[in-house]
């Protein structure tokens, strides 16, 4: 059974930092790509951050400079540094592993709230 489990939301103020984990089991992680997603309230999800297996990384424009995504294969775990925090990154953060268009899975969601 596949299960990925979240890790790292809550509140902080406009300028302060947050890392998001997400831990995989029940797959080879490795050959996964990795992704965080975000969902704030009345809009679309997002794409926040991807890394593929080899360690590819991709940012979304509103995040370039401030997040960074890596990955620890040793610990099947993916993670999103957050930095210099922002009133609209308030959303709800998805963990996605991606093997093939078909094989993706997804994290239950943790809340991140930037507010003073």
């Known amino acids: 059974q596949v299960q990925l489990v979240e890790s790292g939301g809550g509140l902080v103020q406009p300028g302060g930092s947050l890392r998001l984990s997400c831990t995989a089991s029940g797959i080879s992680f490795r050959i996964y790509a990795g992704a965080w997603y975000r969902q704030a309230p009345g809009k679309q999800r997002e794409l926040v951050a991807g890394?593929?297996?080899?360690?590819?990384?991709n940012y979304a424009d509103s995040v370039k400079g401030r997040f960074n995504i890596s990955r620890d294969n040793a610990r099947n775990t993916v993670y999103l540094q957050m930095n210099t925090l922002k009133p609209e990154d308030t959303a709800v953060y998805y963990c996605?592993?991606?093997?093939?268009?078909?094989?993706?899975?997804w994290g239950q969601g943790t809340q991140v709230t930037v507010s003073s």
């Open positions: 890394i593929s297996s080899s360690g590819s990384r």
């Open positions: 996605n592993v991606r093997f093939s268009v078909n094989t993706d899975y």
